[in-house]
């Protein structure tokens, strides 16, 4: 389901909920020709549409990145402005969760609601299966857990995060770990993948000197870069959640059900 760009994007009054949804897909006459969209105005239209599944009365997952707050920014909205009613947002970082207080969104936690309406977020990379790499941010424990309990799972990107294979676009799938003797961990990762080729660094903060990123859960992130395709997903995942000191990893497998990508030529909508 395609549904052209061309619309929104005649004015920077133009509405993006209105837009989206207006969009002729065959168009009588030849389209006007538009100003090339940047990638966080893509992320903004994907973004906007998912939200279009949001309920009054819904509890909401709140994902965590640039692509999610746009989200988590238009719920606010329409909660402030009447047309969304009585929502929970549980949120998936310390950083979300200041962000939608911010907003006046209503927060609680898995603790009080163990199943959640809804969860919108964005990824990393997202495979023809609808597989996905999560975590760059560094929130992917909390994602998981959120995303995991939720009964639709909503992933918003742009068209540049659609890979062939999960870890194909040669950027890190992030594994989570616990501080203590990490280099151990990181080199029991590294073994796992030998017949593929992997290298495993330490993730760091250039903007604290070089220390160790730390997650909200005080754990560190060691990301893995392979030279080749993966292979069997399941069993790569089950793998490392195997090797002692690993607490999560970035691969969301089987856990999407709608996703909603925003490019050039329009928004595309992929469902399990």
């Known amino acids: 389901m395609s549904i052209p760009c061309t619309h929104f994007i005649s004015s920077e009054n133009s509405s993006l909920e209105n837009g989206i949804l207006m969009g002729a897909s065959s168009p009588i006459s030849p389209p006007i020709p538009a100003a090339v969209l940047t990638q966080d105005e893509l992320k903004k239209i994907a973004a906007y549409k998912a939200v279009e599944y949001v309920e009054s009365n819904m509890v909401i997952g709140l994902g965590t990145g640039s692509t999610a707050k746009h989200a988590v920014d238009r719920i606010g909205e329409l909660l402030l402005q009447g047309k969304l009613k009585s929502i929970i947002g549980i949120p998936t970082s310390k950083k979300t969760h200041e962000q939608a207080l911010s907003l006046g969104i209503p927060l609680s936690d898995l603790n009080s609601y163990p199943v959640v309406d809804l969860a919108i977020d964005g990824a990393d990379e ?3 299966s609808l597989n996905l790499v999560k ?3 560094g929130s ?3 994602e998981k857990m959120v995303e995991g309990a939720c009964k639709k ?6 068209e540049s995060k659609l890979v062939d294979h999960l870890g194909g676009s040669g950027f890190a799938i992030p594994v989570e770990i616990v501080p203590f003797c990490w280099k151990f961990t990181a080199a029991g990762l590294m073994k796992l993948f030998d017949d593929i080729g992997c290298r495993a660094e330490l993730r760091t903060c250039p903007e604290k000197n070089g220390k160790p990123f730390v997650t909200d859960n005080g754990n560190y992130i060691v990301n893995l870069y392979f030279q080749h395709d993966i292979g069997d997903l399941k069993a790569a995942s089950d793998a490392i959640l195997r090797l002692p000191g690993v607490v999560e990893h970035g691969m969301f497998l089987d856990m999407a059900t709608t996703v909603i990508v925003a490019g050039e030529l329009g928004v595309t909508i992929k469902n399990k």
Do not use: A, H, M, N
């Open 126 to 128: 997202v495979d023809p």
């Open 135 to 137: 975590g760059r941010g």
């Open 140 to 142: 992917l424990l909390r």
């Open 153 to 158: 799972f909503i992933v918003i990107v742009d």
